[in-house]
């Protein structure tokens, strides 16, 4: 059975903490994603990466980063963790190709930053 | 930015009606496709419809898609308390999508026994 993991199911820091969100996908997925959930405004892209080493921005990238060192793990990083960066956050991967572009998410990481 | 916007934002039907949401979207897509989220959850992948096709079954749903309208529909038939989620569109753009999608708000589904 597929499998996207996220490390925690709740987070719980500080303003000003630096934080690692850590996703591992068992699928050898080329591509994987990270998107923010909050009410009345669905789902917004902050990252993603199609490969190794690659990564692009998405459409709220500010205040974060991520990396990707191997195939099967993509990390968010907050730098300096603020209180709106309070929100749910859902890890995906897809493969690549045509016939293969549905998303498989990760259970989510509901942070509060404090 | 938003690509997808659910009409309903909320709908409540009692089990076995039918329930309807609709997605309506602004640039060209490969395909689109919806996603169920049960409270606190991920989400999970329902169907998915290319851009060259009007009419997608499966089980019991029914996606259709209306290019010309930038619309799609997701009807559930027989609802079930189970069905009870929130709903996502979501759009894969033409142009350098690298497979990433755009997500609606979803519209949030209430099935009472």
């Known amino acids: 059975d597929v499998k996207v993991t996220q490390s925690s199911r709740y987070l719980v820091k500080r303003t000003g903490e630096k934080v690692f969100l850590e996703c591992v996908q068992d699928?050898?997925?080329?591509?994987m994603f990270w998107y923010r959930q909050d009410p009345g405004l669905g789902l917004r892209l902050i990252y993603f990466s199609y490969d190794v080493k690659m990564k692009e921005k998405g459409d709220i990238p500010e205040g974060y980063s991520v990396s990707r060192e191997k195939k099967e793990r993509f990390s968010l990083i907050l730098e300096s963790a603020s209180t709106n960066q309070t929100s749910m956050y859902l890890c995906a991967s897809s493969a690549l190709g045509v016939g293969y572009e549905k998303l498989f998410f990760g259970s989510g990481t509901q942070l509060s930053v404090l | 930015s938003q690509q997808g916007e659910e009409d309903p934002q909320a709908l409540s039907i009692q089990e076995g009606e039918n329930a309807t949401m609709n997605c309506s979207y602004k640039t060209s897509i490969n395909n689109l496709q919806w996603y169920r989220q049960n409270s606190g959850r991920g989400l999970v992948h329902l169907i998915l419809i290319r851009s060259n096709e009007r009419e997608k079954h499966s089980g019991r749903l029914r996606v259709t898609l209306d290019t010309s309208k930038k619309s799609s529909s997701l009807l559930i038939t027989a609802s079930r308390a189970a069905d009870t989620a929130s709903y996502f569109c979501a759009t894969d753009e033409t142009t350098d999508s690298w497979g990433k999608l755009q997500f609606g708000a979803g519209t949030q589904v209430v099935v009472t026994p």
């Open positions: 699928m050898d997925h080329e591509n």
